[in-house]
Protein backbone atom coordinates (compact mmCIF):
# COMPACT_ATOMS: atom_id res chain seq x y z
CA UNK A 1 0.00 0.00 0.00
CA UNK A 2 1.68 3.59 -1.08
CA UNK A 3 1.29 6.59 1.52
CA UNK A 4 1.65 9.51 -0.15
CA UNK A 5 4.22 11.88 1.22
CA UNK A 6 4.21 15.34 1.53
CA UNK A 7 6.36 17.67 -0.02
CA UNK A 8 7.91 20.31 2.54
CA UNK A 9 8.70 23.45 0.76
CA UNK A 10 10.41 26.32 1.98
CA UNK A 11 7.51 28.61 1.66
CA UNK A 12 5.58 26.49 4.44
CA UNK A 13 8.32 26.53 6.36
CA UNK A 14 9.16 28.99 9.83
CA UNK A 15 10.98 32.14 7.92
CA UNK A 16 14.89 32.18 7.94
CA UNK A 17 16.18 35.34 10.11
CA UNK A 18 19.66 35.19 8.42
CA UNK A 19 19.30 33.51 5.23
CA UNK A 20 22.84 33.54 4.20
CA UNK A 21 23.24 30.74 7.08
CA UNK A 22 21.08 28.31 6.10
CA UNK A 23 18.49 26.32 7.94
CA UNK A 24 20.76 23.88 9.68
CA UNK A 25 22.01 26.82 11.62
CA UNK A 26 18.78 28.01 12.64
CA UNK A 27 17.69 24.91 13.73
CA UNK A 28 20.47 24.83 15.90
CA UNK A 29 19.84 28.13 17.48
CA UNK A 30 16.42 27.15 18.91
CA UNK A 31 17.66 23.89 19.79
CA UNK A 32 20.66 25.85 21.84
CA UNK A 33 17.58 28.18 23.83
CA UNK A 34 16.05 24.99 24.22
CA UNK A 35 18.82 23.72 26.31
CA UNK A 36 17.71 24.10 30.61
CA UNK A 37 21.23 23.96 31.84
CA UNK A 38 23.25 27.45 31.42
CA UNK A 39 26.65 26.48 31.40
CA UNK A 40 26.05 23.28 28.72
CA UNK A 41 23.67 26.54 26.43
CA UNK A 42 26.94 28.66 27.13
CA UNK A 43 28.61 25.64 25.38
CA UNK A 44 26.06 25.14 22.60
CA UNK A 45 26.30 28.82 21.58
CA UNK A 46 30.28 28.94 21.52
CA UNK A 47 29.74 26.19 19.01
CA UNK A 48 26.97 27.93 16.89
CA UNK A 49 29.59 31.10 16.66
CA UNK A 50 32.69 28.35 15.51
CA UNK A 51 30.49 27.06 12.82
CA UNK A 52 28.53 30.87 11.37
CA UNK A 53 32.50 32.05 11.62
CA UNK A 54 33.51 29.17 9.46
CA UNK A 55 30.43 29.97 6.95
CA UNK A 56 31.38 33.56 7.35
CA UNK A 57 35.07 33.57 7.18
CA UNK A 58 35.77 37.58 6.07
CA UNK A 59 33.87 38.60 8.91
CA UNK A 60 35.89 36.20 11.29
CA UNK A 61 38.81 37.69 9.98
CA UNK A 62 37.84 41.53 10.56
CA UNK A 63 38.26 43.74 13.62
CA UNK A 64 35.36 43.31 15.08
CA UNK A 65 34.64 40.03 13.87
CA UNK A 66 33.86 38.02 16.94
CA UNK A 67 31.55 41.19 17.88
CA UNK A 68 29.61 40.91 14.67
CA UNK A 69 28.87 36.94 14.72
CA UNK A 70 27.49 37.36 18.32
CA UNK A 71 24.97 39.96 17.23
CA UNK A 72 24.11 37.32 14.38
CA UNK A 73 23.94 34.94 17.09
CA UNK A 74 21.49 37.35 18.77
CA UNK A 75 19.22 38.22 16.19
CA UNK A 76 18.69 34.35 14.89
CA UNK A 77 17.42 34.31 18.39
CA UNK A 78 15.25 36.46 18.10
CA UNK A 79 17.06 38.34 20.77
CA UNK A 80 15.69 35.32 23.45
CA UNK A 81 19.21 33.30 23.40
CA UNK A 82 20.13 33.94 27.48
CA UNK A 83 24.17 32.98 27.74
CA UNK A 84 26.93 34.23 29.50
CA UNK A 85 28.83 35.26 25.73
CA UNK A 86 31.96 38.16 25.68
CA UNK A 87 29.71 40.39 24.69
CA UNK A 88 26.09 42.29 25.88
CA UNK A 89 22.97 41.50 23.48
CA UNK A 90 21.73 44.21 21.47
CA UNK A 91 18.98 45.77 21.36
CA UNK A 92 16.91 45.96 18.21
CA UNK A 93 16.84 49.77 18.53
CA UNK A 94 20.45 49.70 18.32
CA UNK A 95 20.82 47.65 15.13
CA UNK A 96 18.23 49.22 13.60
CA UNK A 97 20.11 52.97 13.95
CA UNK A 98 21.80 54.40 11.04
CA UNK A 99 25.10 55.04 10.68
CA UNK A 100 26.27 59.15 10.60
CA UNK A 101 26.29 60.80 7.17
CA UNK A 102 29.77 61.15 5.79
CA UNK A 103 30.19 64.34 4.50
CA UNK A 104 30.94 64.53 1.33
CA UNK A 105 34.04 67.20 0.22
CA UNK A 106 32.62 70.21 -1.06
CA UNK A 107 36.11 71.64 -2.43
CA UNK A 108 35.64 73.36 -5.70
CA UNK A 109 37.95 72.97 -8.81
CA UNK A 110 38.74 75.84 -10.82
CA UNK A 111 39.09 73.80 -13.97
CA UNK A 112 37.93 70.41 -14.00
CA UNK A 113 39.82 69.15 -16.78
CA UNK A 114 43.17 69.59 -15.29
CA UNK A 115 42.03 68.57 -12.04
CA UNK A 116 42.54 68.76 -8.15
CA UNK A 117 46.25 67.42 -8.45
CA UNK A 118 47.06 69.50 -10.21
CA UNK A 119 45.90 72.48 -7.76
CA UNK A 120 47.83 70.67 -4.99
CA UNK A 121 50.73 70.69 -7.07
CA UNK A 122 50.63 74.12 -8.12
CA UNK A 123 49.63 75.05 -4.36
CA UNK A 124 52.62 73.08 -3.56
CA UNK A 125 55.16 74.44 -5.82
CA UNK A 126 53.99 78.29 -4.85
CA UNK A 127 55.20 77.57 -1.50
CA UNK A 128 58.74 76.66 -2.76
CA UNK A 129 61.90 78.72 -2.35
CA UNK A 130 62.87 80.70 -5.57
CA UNK A 131 65.35 78.60 -7.62
CA UNK A 132 66.23 76.01 -10.09
CA UNK A 133 64.15 73.76 -8.39
CA UNK A 134 60.74 75.23 -8.34
CA UNK A 135 61.49 76.78 -12.22
CA UNK A 136 61.36 72.59 -13.18
CA UNK A 137 58.73 71.63 -10.65
CA UNK A 138 56.84 75.17 -12.55
CA UNK A 139 57.61 73.55 -16.06
CA UNK A 140 56.59 69.98 -14.74
CA UNK A 141 53.35 71.05 -13.76
CA UNK A 142 52.66 73.36 -16.80
CA UNK A 143 53.34 70.38 -19.19
CA UNK A 144 51.50 68.06 -17.09
CA UNK A 145 48.52 70.66 -17.16
CA UNK A 146 48.69 70.18 -21.43
CA UNK A 147 48.59 66.45 -21.25
CA UNK A 148 45.85 67.03 -19.12
CA UNK A 149 43.85 69.44 -21.58
CA UNK A 150 44.78 67.41 -24.12
CA UNK A 151 42.67 64.47 -22.91
CA UNK A 152 39.64 67.04 -22.21
CA UNK A 153 40.54 68.62 -26.20
CA UNK A 154 42.47 66.03 -28.26
CA UNK A 155 42.48 68.98 -31.36
CA UNK A 156 45.25 71.13 -29.99
CA UNK A 157 46.14 74.09 -26.85
CA UNK A 158 48.48 76.60 -27.49
CA UNK A 159 51.28 77.25 -24.77
CA UNK A 160 49.63 80.56 -23.71
CA UNK A 161 46.47 79.24 -23.01
CA UNK A 162 48.53 76.89 -20.19
CA UNK A 163 50.54 79.91 -18.89
CA UNK A 164 47.83 82.00 -18.62
CA UNK A 165 45.79 79.21 -16.59
CA UNK A 166 48.76 78.63 -14.44
CA UNK A 167 48.96 81.85 -13.36
CA UNK A 168 45.48 82.35 -13.03
CA UNK A 169 45.90 79.08 -10.85
CA UNK A 170 48.68 80.21 -9.05
CA UNK A 171 47.49 83.49 -8.54
CA UNK A 172 50.65 85.00 -10.11
CA UNK A 173 53.16 83.40 -8.09
CA UNK A 174 54.16 80.55 -10.63
CA UNK A 175 55.48 82.13 -14.14
CA UNK A 176 58.05 80.68 -17.00
CA UNK A 177 60.70 82.48 -18.69
CA UNK A 178 59.76 83.46 -22.33
CA UNK A 179 62.04 81.52 -23.62
CA UNK A 180 61.25 78.44 -22.34
CA UNK A 181 59.00 76.04 -24.46
CA UNK A 182 56.70 73.26 -23.20
CA UNK A 183 56.38 69.89 -24.45
CA UNK A 184 55.08 69.71 -28.38
CA UNK A 185 51.26 68.60 -28.42
CA UNK A 186 52.16 65.81 -31.34
CA UNK A 187 54.45 64.22 -28.55
CA UNK A 188 52.31 64.34 -25.71
CA UNK A 189 49.47 62.59 -28.09
CA UNK A 190 51.98 59.85 -28.85
CA UNK A 191 52.82 59.14 -25.06
CA UNK A 192 49.30 58.67 -24.61
CA UNK A 193 48.70 56.57 -27.55
CA UNK A 194 51.95 54.81 -26.78
CA UNK A 195 50.27 53.50 -23.26
CA UNK A 196 47.17 51.48 -24.39
CA UNK A 197 49.44 50.25 -27.45
CA UNK A 198 51.91 48.86 -25.45
CA UNK A 199 49.97 47.16 -22.89
CA UNK A 200 48.16 45.50 -25.98
CA UNK A 201 51.64 44.38 -27.06
CA UNK A 202 52.53 43.03 -23.68
CA UNK A 203 49.38 41.45 -23.56
CA UNK A 204 49.55 39.34 -26.86
CA UNK A 205 53.25 38.41 -26.41
CA UNK A 206 52.23 37.09 -23.21
CA UNK A 207 49.80 34.88 -24.92
CA UNK A 208 52.72 33.69 -27.27
CA UNK A 209 54.89 32.61 -24.54
CA UNK A 210 52.01 30.55 -22.47
CA UNK A 211 51.37 29.01 -26.33
CA UNK A 212 54.92 28.31 -26.78
CA UNK A 213 55.30 27.04 -23.09
CA UNK A 214 52.37 24.65 -24.19
CA UNK A 215 53.99 23.19 -26.95
CA UNK A 216 56.90 22.69 -25.32
CA UNK A 217 55.50 20.51 -22.72
CA UNK A 218 53.55 18.33 -25.16
CA UNK A 219 57.09 17.75 -27.02
CA UNK A 220 58.55 16.95 -23.65
CA UNK A 221 55.81 14.27 -22.58
Same mark, same amino acid.
Given at each position: ?????????? *??????????????????????? *?????????????? %? @??? %???????????? /??????????? @??????? +?? +?????????????????????? #?????????????????? #??????? !???????????? /???????????? +??? !???? %????????? #? !??????????????? +?????????????????????????? /?? /??? #????
Amino acid at each position: MNTAVPFDYN *TQRPRLIIPEYGRHVQRMVEHCM *TIEDRAERTRTAKA %I @IQV %IGRLNPMLRNSE /NGDHTLWDHLY @IMSEFKL +DV +DAPFPMPTPEELDTKPERIPYP #KSEIRFGHYGKLVERLIA #KCAAMEE !GPEREAFTLMIA /NLMKRQFLVWNR +DSV !GDGV %ILKDLRELS #K !GALRLREDVQLAHTS +DLLRTQQAGPRNEAQQGGGGKRRNKR /NR /NRN #KKRY
